[in-house]
């Protein structure tokens, strides 16, 4: 039985990016180190993105959802585990892109989720709002290349939601979250403590103009008027 071990010491170079040589685009070690300790056979697990991630998720036999737009990267993924003895039959590829397959796409409650696909605005978004829900509470999410600003800022997002506690982060570029709570899609931006803190300069300098706009058409009058209206609405808050 391949391990975990030998999977890193001679990674297959799964990736093609033309014209570049052939490579592997793959989590952390210690991502990876993750992944083979909290998951098993019994595990209901589900990434973006392919890789060697998804190789070790057929290596622990979980019954796993990949969901990739390269066909290409699915055959060389499974060229490689026919090859290496390891089986495909826990793994269920989805192929195309996520943000059309994860609205319609049925699965099991989830224990593991990675998001490691389109890195590009607005998809790791896209790939956290359509999955959340779907995992267990106690069960965890990866989100990868945090460097990115993207990843980032859907980390930023996560550490000040109540629903969400940070677990492990590797390498600057892998934050992993564990689902405290049940998470509702339903809350309005004032409920979204990052949304909330990151609006406040931006609101400040919106009023800002809308005053300066009002004071250079002369119109003191409905400033003042607004003025009083927003002192009041801050005493009755």
């Known amino acids: 039985m391949t391990t975990l071990q030998q999977l ?20 952390s070690d210690q ?5 083979d300790q909290n998951v098993d056979r019994t595990s209901n697990t589900l990434e973006t ?8 998720f057929a290596m622990k036999g979980a019954n796993h959802t990949c969901i990739v737009p390269d066909s290409q990267l699915v055959a060389r993924i499974i060229d490689y585990c026919q090859h290496a003895s390891i089986s495909m039959e826990g ?10 397959i994860l609205p319609v796409l049925e699965t099991n409650e989830l224990d593991l989720l990675l998001i490691d696909g389109e890195h590009a605005f607005p998809t790791p978004f896209i790939d956290w709002y359509y999955t959340a829900d779907r995992l267990r ?8 290349d945090t460097q990115l600003w ?17 677990v492990e982060e590797f390498s600057a570029r892998t934050a992993i979250f564990k689902k405290e709570k049940a998470y509702s899609h339903e809350k309005w ?8 803190r990151k609006s406040r300069r931006l609101i ?9 706009t009002i004071l250079a058409r002369g119109e003191f009058r409905t400033l003042i008027t607004k003025v009083k209206a927003r002192i009041s609405n801050g005493k009755q808050k």
């Open 150 to 166: 993207t990843g980032q800022v859907l980390k930023r997002f996560l550490l000040e939601e109540p629903e969400w506690s940070l």
């Open 189 to 196: 931006w004032g409920q979204q403590p990052y949304v909330v």
């Open 8 to 27: 890193l010491d001679d990674s297959p170079k799964l990736h093609r990016v033309e014209p570049h040589a052939p490579t592997s685009y793959q989590l």
């Open 91 to 100: 793994v269920n590829f989805q192929i195309g892109k996520s943000e059309k």
């Open 137 to 144: 509470v106690g069960g965890v999410i990866i989100v990868d």
């Open 49 to 56: 993105g392919a890789g060697i991630s998804t190789v070790l």
């Open 31 to 35: 991502a990876l180190n993750f992944i």
């Open 204 to 212: 400040a300098v919106s009023e800002a103009r809308k005053a300066f």
